[in-house]
């Protein structure tokens, strides 16, 4: 199952992103034998680094950030035969492109570009890679997210890209769609025809999607003032999430059936007006608090300046889908940084008994599937209550770890996705109309939260999110998941 020799081109190689997750991706799966010493990471940036410097930051980097891997020095070095470092500022017209051109000499191998950089970028990278004719027909694209702020902007990026570029060459990253249990959600639904009956909205009372992170915005203080919680997670991560969770079954796992299948929900989602998203919308931003017995500061101390910001570092929102499978069901979708726990997960809330014959009521079952950490599902149900003496019912858990199940230790969603891209399976990245959907269904919250200067909740470090936020389920009788 080998890949054909590539070129694994990285514009804004010297970035957080390629040294925390994509170089450590690649040796993983070079480590797994996914491809060969044929194969070429080239990393393009400004900085005027010869390749053997660079590849010693690599290295180090590789030590701290794939550690069980690279401490197999032979692959280690191996793998930094295949980095190579090529210093160019693709936005100067009077750049010399001649190394790069000379690295990517042949145009008979897969080539893929990995576009790292602000997103104000793409479209002019493009550009010039068809200037200096570096765009083969085996070459692809990848984008990373945020693809734009807003629609307009979303869709002048995908202009300028598609100017250059074939839809079906533009590869537009989510990593959540890269993590095992995102994946599984197609197995859990459309593999066991009993979950898939009660997966509507007749069985399930509420569906609750949760991203919490105990991080603060740590290094990334200038990007994440400029973009907040709803650009950075909701936008993407959760309305993907979203998807793959309550789409219908698509035809096939082709790329364009699952996709048409996940904008049919984006288009389907309640379109937010102003009054609703003054009763449906929260938005938080944490104060100092405590993190495992640490304290820990606010947001715009973490920003380390004394003005105020009025960006989100939380956001719940409760929303519905308009269709006949889901009209009836509240969905809850919430992410923060700064929060208790680190986790992501969806909760289906099943509905209740409606008359019990036990001498007690247990409250409802619910499926829960755990995305991350410790990916795995389970499934709350009634039992009895073992022991002597009247008939009592209590809920008992059904759990399956997909680390103790399968004795497997899932790593990163990057490395799925990296080599799907070199390989050409675009299933799992985001088709243009989608991007655009959900931006068509995000804008109105931000332009209200805007035009009506809607107040930040604040909520300490170390908590689930302003108080109000279990006033939004309360409304429909609902708990959280860490409340039940
Ligand atoms: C990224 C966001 O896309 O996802 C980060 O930009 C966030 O702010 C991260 O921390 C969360 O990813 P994960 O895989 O740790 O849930």
Redesign the pocket.
Known sequence: NQIDPFDFVIFGATGDLTMRKLLPAFLRRFHAQEFTADARIVCVARSAHTPEKFRQQVRATLKEFAPETAKDSAVLERFLELVTYVALDATKPESDWTDLKAVLADPSRTRVFYLATAPGLYAPLCAALSTHGLITPLTRVVLE?PIGVDLKTATEINDGVGRFFAEDAIYRID??LG?EGVQNLLALRFANPVLEKLWNSDAIAHVQIT?A?T?GVGT?GAY?DESGAMR??VQ??LLQVLCMLAMDAPASLSADDLRNEKLKVLNALRPMTPDMVRLNVIRGQYVAGRIDEQKVCGYTEDLGRSRSSHTETFVAIRTKIRTSRWGNTPFYLRTGKRMAAKT?EIVLQLRPQVWSIFSNTPSPGRLVIRI?PEEGVSLVLATKDPGVGGFRVRNADLSMSYEKQFNIAYHD?YERLLLDAVRGNPALFIRRDEVEASWRWIEPILTSWREAQSPLEPYPAGSWGPASTRALLARDGALWHEDM
């Open positions: 997210k990593h959540y993590k991203a992170e991080v990334r994440y950075d997670m993407n991560h992501t991350g969603s």
